[in-house]
Each structure stands twice: as C-alpha cells, then as structure tokens.
C-alpha cells in the first residue's frame, strides 16, 4: 500500500470540484461555490453519491473519504479555499469582512511574518463550512449495529431524537491581542477544552523580554454554532428483551436547529471518540466516551409547514382536488385494511386536517385543532385506527392510559446531566405539540392523571409552577382518545352517561364522541369475516373500487388543504344558530341524552365544517360542509338511535315519514325539495335507499305526491 500525500489527495478534491457535471451537464460544485463567494450560503455538501458517479473516479479515494471522514472534510475545505470564485454579486460587509481586510493590510505590513503564532490560521478566513454526506442508496445501521470498528468513518443511522440543548457558541479559532507589543496572536481550538495562553509568543516580546500580557478578544475570535442531542434506536430495531440504546450527536454551524425532540430521522455522520474531563475523567480511566459528528439530516416524516410537493405530486394532488368523491376517497385510504367504519374514518381524516386557529385582537385563541374519543366494545379496531392515524400525521405520540402519569403527559422538571439545572422535560403532549397525540386506554387513567389533559384541550398550553421554574409550555396538539365504556362492553340497559363513565367537563372538550357498538347481525359479518380472513390471506385490503392512496401522498395533500383558512359567510350565519339550538331543544326533551351539548358543540360545528372546506380547497365554508358536520355529530350516536327506535317501536319507514312531516310543519310548508328531506333524514342515520322506499309507500296510500322527475315532495292537505 503506497503513503498517501495529503497534497495529491487535495488535487484530486480540486480536479472533482471543478469538473463534476450533474444530469444537466452543468457544473454543480462551482455553481454552489459561487454561491457561497456570494455570501448567499454557508454551507458546502460534497455528496458521496456524486463522488460515486465522478467519470474519473479513483475507488481508492472514495474509501479513504468513507474511513478517514475527518481529515478529509479538511482536505476538501483547502481545496475550496484554492478553486472558490470571486464575487459576482455586492453584498454588504459585516465585522467578518471588516475585520479581514484589515488583517490582511496588517499582515503585508508585518515584517516578523516568520512568526508561526502570528499565521493567521486558514480557518478564520472560511465563510463556509463542508460537510460530506453519505449515499442515500443503503440501509441505515441502528445504533447497536456501530461498532469500534467504525471509529473514524463515515457512518449513516436512523433514530428517534429524545433530547436536544440550547444552541450554544463553540470556540473555533481563539484571537488574542498582546498589551505590549499590540501584534493579535491566534489559537486553534479543535478539542472541547482548551488551555487559553497567557504570555505572548512572538518574537519581539521575547528579544524584549517583556512578558506581554495576552486579551481575549471575542469579536475577533472565531465561533461556531454547536448543539448536543441524544438520538435513541427506533422501538422496531430492539431486539427481544432489550432496552434502546442511544448515542450522543454533535451538530454544528448550519446543522443546529434542524431537529427537534420526538423526530424520526437518519443521520450520517462521523463516529469518533471524545475523551472524558473533569472528575468524570478519574472515574472513567482509560476508557473514552463516542459519538456521533453530524454531517447530514434527512426527517423521514416533514411537518406540514415544510413540505414542499415534488412536481409528479403537484400534479397527482390537482387531478384529486378536481375529483368529485375526493372526501370518500381520503377517507377510504385511511387503514384499508380495517374493515366498514366509513364515518370514523372521515372523522379521522378532518382531525389530520383541522380547522384554523382563530386569533383576536385582544389576544384571545380560539383553538382549530379537532379533538375525538373513539368509546366502544372490545374487537372493533379502535388500536389499529390510532396506530395507523399516528403513521400517517407528520408528528404523533402514542400513549396508553396506564402507561402513562400525569408529568408524562405535560411536562417533567429534571436535572440536566450537563449542566446540573433543573429543566423541563417536555411529556407526550408537548412532544406532539403542533401534530395529534394518541391516548389509548384512556378510560383505565387515573383521575388525577386526566386532569391534566383537560387544559391542554381547550387552552392548547400547559402551565407549569415546580421546582422554582413558573411557565407556560405550548402543547398546540388534537387528543385522539380510545376508551372501553364503563363495564368493559357498552350495557344497553343503562344510559349511555352511566356507559360513558367520564365527567361533563372532560367529555365536552371532545369535538365528536363516537360511540361504536358491536352487534350481532348476519350480514355485516359474514362481510367482516370474508375481509378479515382476505387481509390475512393476502396481506392487502379487497379492492376498493379505486387504489389508495399512500400515506406519503396523503401527507402531500394534507398539507396542501391546511395552507386554507375557511371563513363562514353571512347567509350561513342562521342556519348554524337554528340548527344548534334545535340539538339544545333535543337534548332538553330526552329523558336519558346520549351527548352533552354546550357552546362548544357549536364550535366544533364551525371547526369540522372548516375542516371540510379545506378538503375542497375552498376559502369558504358552505352550507354542505354544515350539514356533513351536523351530520357527522349525529352518527357518531348512529349506534345508539337505531337501538331506541328499535324500542319505541318504530320502523325505519314510519320514522322517516315522522321526520318530514315535523320539519314541514316547522317550516309551515306543504312542498319539501327531495335535497332538503335526504339532509334531515341522514342527519338521523337513514340512508337514501330508505327514503325512497318510504316516498314510495305513503305515495300509494295519497299521504303526498312526488314529483317524476326531481323527487319533491307535495303533501296533499287533508
């Protein structure tokens, strides 16, 4: 094996930042350098796939890139230092460039250049900083996979991030200017400690002997932006019996504030060993801590904010915009696999949506985010609904009731290891701020423990008073709850606030409490059971009519509708009232009622309407998404209603002739528009099929007549 010349190595850098050509044929490196010349960026990615594909490619260079990472990033950053164009572009100076001219007038000035202290090192000059990545072609390796054998390379790891500091200044290059003989002094710094100088070396203070007294000068200094974090292994990548490893990541300059705590991400990086200090140092001895120097982020899952649809996806989310059974289709897509559940699901699908925040002038929230408890029998899916709702959303926590306290779910005062304050230790719903946290078992909690959630859901903050540390922590999150009713399975011969078990004030946060019922009926299960026995056979859902759509395209179109803030307009001002205060007189005649209807049943009305409005990217709310709203309010007790009727002895036909007839009366008229009547009778949990079967009969017995062509219906006055 022959010595590698670090000069030839740097060549070899130069000759493929020069003449690397991307797929256009243009020079992708000296572009972005011309860039950074302009000052319009700092930082400089050398992607290993490019070096891959360089026409002139030495494997041997490749690898010693990949073993020896460090040393390389050095390497190429002299190399930019030597091909880095001249501006093309003003820009205004800041103390850096100030700074530098005058130090270069200095130094042509400065006779005693000789002097190795005074060598203005070549990084203070650099406005940049390089970071070589890793291919994106591979598997990640999970923390336990890197070994001592990785020391030194280029490793690429997927995790979750538990923690992360504040961002904090690290000294690159320390400048020191001297009291007597007024030279500035310059210091390297590349471990995390370093012992500052004291007495000025250079040349003319010791002929003098004069001991010159050394001033740290900050301005003049050199300082990076640094942030520690704690990334731990995924829960897939454990294996039996073991607990999830971590590791400690350093980022710096442009890296920092890239992630955040509860983000799934892969790393690549650089594994190195960083001795121990301090008193930690006796105690550990000979052996070394490791971690891991951060040379490139990738987030599996983006925010809604940041993502931006690539353009075969801007196109897929134009044509389903224009589809007329978009809502059924987004909805369907959600757990295919799971079998019925239509309205859960479209109840899910506008919880990923939400509606949007209403700020007032005074200061005062009006909360957008859609909050739903899923309550029913054993068996009916609601897990796996949760488990596939926190796939699909960009941030989501998923909690179970007995698993977690009450500080697990707000917020936790802890003492830092580093520093040895006490901080604060974000739970569940502050870690799933701005995304939905999933409480399974949320009727076996504590009493105490699901206090806590109830400021969270209206307020969206979580106020803290412990340990000397008084504040307010933002916890903007949808609560997707699944609880059992009261006796384990939901007992028909009780109300429904005795099977329900949870308070007024908790049960009125929730936007929509869908009380799901498993009944014994023929037909649906033999349907179910096919399904059921389909999936397991076949590993996919039965055809759906249509495909659905992947959780990555529903993310893309999610984040397309959430850029809409609906508006109710002025004509739909009193249908909302008349049809709030119609559920207020309902509930108020009913002996056992099945909800708890307050005002902020009326603001869970705009909120879903909003919600659907968005879906059609509309910046107006319409009178259909009011009435897909009420609607939605109405099935989630579908269960229920149809079980009462079966009581009061009515069948379905006879209920719907009921139904028109009182809302005609209501509205004083005799004709009734077919559109008008299937919106009153799907509000109670009719189908359409119904309706016409009913129009049908009482037509025969001269009730009404109906009109051939449209369906209105005109009562014959008796």
Same mark, same amino acid.
């Given at each position: 094996?022959?010595?590698? +010349? ?19 044929? &243009? ?16 930082? @400089? ?36 230092? &030597?091909?880095? /164009? ?25 006779? =005693? ?16 900083? @390089? ?45 020191? #200017? ?17 012992? /500052? ?100 982020? #990738? ?99 998923? #909690? ?6 009450? @500080? ?23 870690? %799933? ?13 504590? &009493? ?6 109830? =400021? ?10 412990? %340990? ?8 903007? #999150? ?10 384990? +399975? ?6 429904? %606030? ?132 009420? +609607? ?14 079966? +009581? ?26 077919? %559109? ?43």
């Amino acid at each position: 094996m022959k010595p590698v +010349r670090f000069e030839e190595e740097k060549n070899l850098a130069k000759d493929f930042l020069s003449n690397f050509a991307d797929a256009n044929g &243009e020079s992708k490196y000296m572009n972005i350098l011309q860039d950074v010349a302009n000052h319009k960026f700092r930082a @400089v990615q050398i992607d290993l796939e490019d070096l891959i594909n360089y026409k002139d490619l030495d494997e041997e260079f490749l690898r010693r890139v990949t073993e020896n990472t460090r040393r390389y990033v050095g390497i190429f950053a002299d190399a930019i230092d &030597e091909v880095l /164009p001249k501006p093309t572009e003003a820009f205004p100076d800041d103390d850096h460039d100030i700074l530098m001219t005058q130090r270069s007038e200095d130094a042509t000035e400065n006779v =005693e250049g000789s002097d190795a202290n005074q060598k203005m090192p070549s990084e203070i000059k650099r406005y940049f900083e @390089v970071y070589i990545r890793a291919p994106s072609k591979g598997r990640p390796f999970t923390i336990r996979e890197v070994k001592a054998s990785n020391i030194g390379q280029l490793v690429k790891i997927s995790g979750i991030v538990t923690r992360c500091s504040d961002v904090k200044p690290l000294m690159q290059v320390a400048v020191y #200017t001297c009291e007597e003989c007024g030279f500035e002094i310059y210091q390297e710094v590349t471990a995390r400690v370093f012992m /500052p100088l004291f007495e000025c070396p250079t040349k003319r203070c010791k002929t003098n002997n004069t001991k010159g007294n050394l001033i740290l000068q900050l301005r003049a200094s050199k300082f990076l932006k640094f942030q520690e974090a704690k990334i731990q292994e995924l829960a897939e990548h454990v294996p039996k019996g073991h607990i999830p490893r971590s590791m400690t990541v350093h980022f710096r300059g442009e890296l920092t504030r890239k992630v955040a705590p509860g983000d799934v991400v892969e790393l690549s990086g650089i594994f190195l060993p960083i001795p121990y200090t301090g008193f930690r140092a006796m105690r550990a001895g000979l052996v070394a801590d490791t971690f891991l120097e951060a040379m490139s982020v #990738t987030h599996f899952k983006k925010k809604y904010e940041e993502y931006e649809p690539r353009g075969d996806e801007e196109k897929q989310i134009a044509s389903l915009a224009e589809d007329g059974d978009i809502y059924n289709k987004l909805a369907q897509s959600l757990a295919p696999e799971i079998y019925g559940h239509e309205d859960i699901k479209k109840a899910l699908l506008l919880l990923l949506v939400g509606a949007p925040h209403r700020k007032l002038k005074d200061g005062m929230k009006i909360r957008g985010d859609l909050h739903l408890c899923l309550m029913g029998d054993p068996g009916v899916a609601k897990s796996q609904l949760l488990k596939h709702i926190i796939n699909v959303a960009p941030r989501g926590v998923y #909690t179970t009731g007995k698993g977690s306290s009450g @500080v697990g779910l707000t917020a936790a005062v802890q003492k830092d290891p580093v520093t040895n304050e006490m901080v604060l230790e974000g739970g569940a719903l502050v870690l %799933a701020d701005m995304g939905i946290c999933a409480i399974d078992e949320f009727d076996k909690m504590d &009493e105490s423990d699901r206090t806590a959630i109830h =400021e969270v859901m209206e307020q969206q903050t979580v106020s803290i008073a412990k %340990a000397g540390i008084t504040t307010s922590l933002n916890a903007r #999150t949808a609560v997707l709850a699944a609880a059992n009713p009261a006796w384990g +399975r939901y007992d028909l011969r009780r109300t429904p %606030a005795e099977n329900i078990n949870l308070p007024p004030a908790l049960l009125s946060r929730f936007d929509l409490l869908w009380l799901i019922l498993d009944r014994a009926d023929m037909d649906s299960d033999l349907e179910m059971a096919r399904h059921v026995v389909y999936v397991h056979q076949n590993k996919e859902s039965p055809a759906l009519g249509f495909t659905p759509l992947e959780p990555s395209i529903l993310r893309a179109y999610i984040s397309t509708a959430r850029r809409f803030s609906p508006y109710v307009p002025k004509e739909l001002e009193e249908y909302i009232a008349t049809a709030y205060s119609g559920m207020r007189q309902e509930e108020a005649k009913s002996n056992t009622p099945h909800s708890y209807t307050t005002v902020r049943t009326l603001l869970s009305i705009l909120r879903i309407s909003a919600a659907l409005a968005r879906l059609r990217f509309s910046e107006s709310v319409a009178q259909s998404d009011v009435d897909e709203a009420l +609607r939605l309010m109405q099935m989630s007790k579908f269960s229920l209603y149809s079980d009462d009727r079966q +009581r009061s002895g009515l069948d379905a036909i006879s209920d719907i002739y009921s139904i028109l007839r009182d809302e005609a009366a209501r509205a004083n008229k005799m004709d009734v528009s077919y %559109a008008h009547a299937l919106n009153w009778i799907s509000r109670k949990g009719y189908s359409e099929a119904q309706l016409k079967e009913c129009l049908e009969e009482y037509a025969s017995l001269n009730v009404w007549q109906i009109h051939p062509h449209t369906f209105d219906i005109r009562f014959i006055d008796a």
